[in-house]
């Protein structure tokens, strides 16, 4: 039962406040803070103090003693490896329109761009490593995002009420065909286009994505995100998909799951995000990376539909607990929420690796084989190793608090 330390990542979309405020820094920061990492990733371990005063890395620590900090199956399974990363993001801006590989499609990446010779940290590496990257995100604030296909359908409706002449031949062309085969027809023809077409094309649409919007238009959030995209991004061909995603406000506690081959773009808002432990990226648009086509056709999933938004499934045997399931074996998210009226007791199990962070408030942890215990205020983590006891957690005082939960999956 260890206090982690993280590293905190700079990229340009982040906020100078949303973390700073969480780890009880002076704000604003100097420079935009975009993610908090928890885990054990090569590229930003947190760090534990043992025992003994000694200050390790976490990666370090599982390496050390896989199947103690593990568990003897999660160690087999996920060949001594943290198979989970558990963030917090800030997002003040958005990021990039991205997806990411199935397993079968990250092995066969991998492999061939090793026999490629392609540096792994070259920028036109694909796939980094060889493993899946499905993700979960789960809103701290009102979380802005675009996710997955919309109805081919519905997104002929959105195209017509913005419908400029260049643009009437690629509504058309879904009309036709409004399904999957038809996204990937449309999707297909817009992101291939010459840059000469792009430009000619995008200055008239996000001009009728701002008048929709500023009318109260049906389409008003799609139409005023595509408009702000447009603006930020006058020249990438990804401004003209996001035409064809669902937008989606989650509230705070209601989370997404992210699959293989889903594209999306977290747009604002905080949230936890956890995912299995990979770099696997392939990104579409709205960004200075590299961006490969032909892969990215071979990754993305055109199934459309809403994304399915989860509440969190409540425990009978802990109405504070929260759980989040998904299909993906690395990863479990859960939510413990307490308050004046629900005061009592969590109970956590052992025998697999848990990190948890608060987010609200503060907890006291209880260690059942010695009593110990530990409060745990906002903003801070803990580190527990499957062979450590089962522990128990109850708020501090009487305002309540909140945890999540990052452990295995099945």
């Not at 930003?44 to 199947?67: K, M, Q």
């Not at 595509?226 to 990438?236: I, Q, S």
């Not at 799951?257 to 594209?263: E, F, H, K, T, V």
Request: charged share 25%.
């Amino acid at each position: 039962m260890e206090l982690l330390q993280n590293a905190v990542r700079p990229y340009a979309w982040g906020s100078r406040t949303v973390i700073g405020e969480l780890l009880g820094r002076p704000v604003p920061a100097q420079h935009p803070e975009a993610e908090l990492w928890l885990g054990a990733h090569p590229g930003d371990p947190s760090r534990i103090t043992t025992a003994d005063g000694t200050e390790r890395s976490l990666l370090d620590v599982v390496e050390a003693d896989p199947v103690g900090q593990l568990g003897q199956e999660c160690a087999r399974r996920w060949r001594n490896r943290l198979p989970f990363l558990m963030k917090v993001l800030a997002a003040a801006e958005p990021l990039s329109l991205q997806a990411h590989p199935s397993a079968a499609q990250a092995a066969a990446g991998y492999a061939a761009e090793e026999a490629a010779g392609i540096p792994r940290d070259a920028p036109e590496r694909n796939y980094p490593d060889p493993t899946p990257k499905p993700e979960l995100v789960c809103a701290l604030t009102e979380f802005e995002v675009l996710a997955g296909f919309a109805d081919a359908s519905r997104t002929v409706e959105l195209l017509r009420a913005i419908e400029t002449v260049p643009l009437a031949g690629y509504t058309e062309l879904l009309a036709g065909q409004p399904d999957s085969e038809g996204l990937r027809a449309l999707f297909t023809t817009w992101i291939t286009l010459p840059q000469q077409r792009i430009d000619d094309l995008l200055p008239d649409v996000v001009k009728a994505c701002a008048r929709h919007a500023e009318e109260g238009g049906e389409f008003q959030a799609e139409c005023r995100t595509v408009a702000r995209l447009g603006d930020e991004h006058p020249h990438d061909a990804g401004v003209l998909t996001a035409l064809l995603l669902n937008r989606i406000s989650l509230r705070a506690g209601e989370a997404i799951y992210l699959p293989a081959g889903n594209l999306h773009l977290y747009l604002h808002g905080t949230a936890i995000e956890i995912m299995a432990n990979s770099d696997n990226v392939l990104r579409c648009g709205l960004t200075p990376k590299h961006v490969d086509v032909p892969e990215l056709l071979k990754v993305l999933d055109f199934a459309s539909g809403r994304m399915p938004v989860l509440g969190g499934e409540a425990s009978a045997a802990d109405p504070g607990l929260r759980v989040y399931p998904t299909e993906a074996d690395e990863f479990e998210l859960s939510r413990l929420e307490f308050s004046a009226a629900a005061p009592q007791a969590i109970e956590l199990p052992t025998g697999a690796p848990q990190i948890l962070v608060c987010t609200r408030g503060a907890v006291v942890v209880r260690d059942h084989r010695d009593g110990r215990e530990r409060e745990l205020s906002r903003g801070a983590s803990l580190w527990l190793a499957a062979d450590d006891p089962a522990i128990s957690l109850r708020p501090a005082s009487d305002e309540g608090a909140q945890v999540f939960r990052a452990t295995t999956g099945r």
